[in-house]
């Protein structure tokens, strides 16, 4: 991408993109179009269809959408599903028909079916059924990645998808009902240590594993996707470390300072099983995640203590 071309941001304020925000920033991009869901809710059609009447962006990277953890899913399926149709036909279609140069869809682990082999390859995707508890959620996925792969086939634009790993960092919504297993843990375990409680309840049985990647990882992948991919099939975006929840719930308790016990609620839904993804694609274009584990939950602490005391 030219620095100075016309790049639409979809979702600047989320966790992702607030981070590919930054990214664009410190290389130099300078026209970078973003709009607040104030200004432009991108589940209106007509809205959405104007605004690129206007703006004629060269590039696309869609990363708004209504995201949530699993609660937030089984409570508003109905919701997940919907809203994130809307916002990506939306955007996605209004880009081909203003002539988008390239546009970058981020999509989903959850897309994979619930029992996909691991590590999950993107030939995968629509070999089996989603996970019940985010179905609504993984449908919209992939229903995105697949209208990205026939505008790419029927018009010939570079209209592409990724599929990160589960993420998190800073900028990330710290609720315990509706945010993703990280930021949720962080805020449950703070409020435990600062109330002295003596336990701590923890959805499931621990014993689902996941892989994460943190935000500005994720930025870098998707920035390097823009100027160097241009193939039809979605790519993953992982940062090759798979963690149990049960050690996750113990990293967290750690860098948080709580004391207490962790009781898991085997009543509770896991989720899917295991999702570590194969990312030996992006790997070939000489991505590396940089940031482990450890250092990556320290630094998402330390930006939730700076939001909590503003």
């Known amino acids: 991408m030219d620095k100075v071309a016309k790049i639409f941001l979809a979702g600047h304020t989320g966790l992702v993109g607030s981070s590919i925000l930054r990214k664009l920033k410190e290389n130099q991009y300078t ?97 089996g059924l989603p996970e019940p508890t985010n179905e609504g959620f993984a449908l919209s996925k992939l229903t995105g990645i697949k209208l990205c792969e026939k505008i790419f086939d029927q018009y010939k ?43 701590v309840d923890v959805w499931g049985t621990g014993k689902a594993i996941r892989e994460f990647i943190y935000v500005d990882d994720l930025a870098e992948a998707i920035l390097l996707l823009m100027n160097k991919y241009h193939k039809r099939e979605v790519i993953n975006i992982g940062s090759g470390q798979e963690i149990t929840i049960k050690d996750l719930v113990f990293l967290i308790k750690e860098i948080v300072g709580y004391k207490g016990k962790i009781i898991f609620d085997k009543t509770k839904p896991d989720g899917m099983k295991r999702r570590f993804l194969n990312s030996s694609k992006l790997q070939d274009l000489g991505f590396t995640a940089k940031t482990d584990l ?7 602490y330390d930006y939730f203590l700076q939001e909590i005391q503003s």
């Open 31 to 127: 026209n970078i179009i973003v709009s607040t869901h104030q200004q432009l809710d991108l589940r209106q059609q007509s809205l959405v269809e104007d605004f690129f009447r206007e703006k004629k962006p060269q590039y696309v990277i869609l990363s708004a959408a209504l995201v949530g953890g699993i609660r937030a899913n089984i409570t508003n399926p109905t919701e997940f599903l919907y809203d994130n149709l809307m916002i990506q036909n939306n955007v996605i279609y209004s880009s081909y028909k203003n002539n988008v140069e390239k546009l970058l869809f981020v999509a989903c682990g959850c897309a994979y079916p619930t029992n996909a082999p691991q590590p999950m390859k993107e030939e995968y995707l629509l070999t």
């Open 157 to 199: 634009r570079c209209f592409i998808s990724c599929i990160p790993a589960n993420t998190y960092g800073p900028n990330d919504h710290f609720d315990q009902f509706k945010s993703h297993v990280i930021p949720g843990l962080i805020k449950k375990v703070f409020l435990a240590k600062r109330q002295n409680l003596k336990q």
């Open 294 to 300: 450890k250092n990556g939950l320290k630094k998402t």
